[in-house]
């Protein structure tokens, strides 16, 4: 998980968007496909499939906390 963190640096304040509309319930679902990884923002969870097929997930919140503070 924080490998994609730091590996999407450029690309997590649009990963924070995505999960932002998400959670005001502008989307009910949001599916994100990067170069190496695919991501689905629910309103529970945020799932991360890498391009191995391994899957990680954590609470929306957390992710876009994550998001933000990776970004900084």
Known sequence: MIRF??????????FA??????????????KIRSLQYEVIIS????TIIDDNGEKSSMGTV???AFTEMFRS
């Open 5 to 14: 963190f730091q590996q999407e640096k450029n690309e997590l304040g649009y």
């Open 17 to 30: 968007r995505q999960t932002w509309q998400v959670m005001q319930g502008r989307y009910a679902l949001t």
């Open 43 to 46: 309103p529970e969870k945020v």
């Open 62 to 64: 957390q992710f876009k």
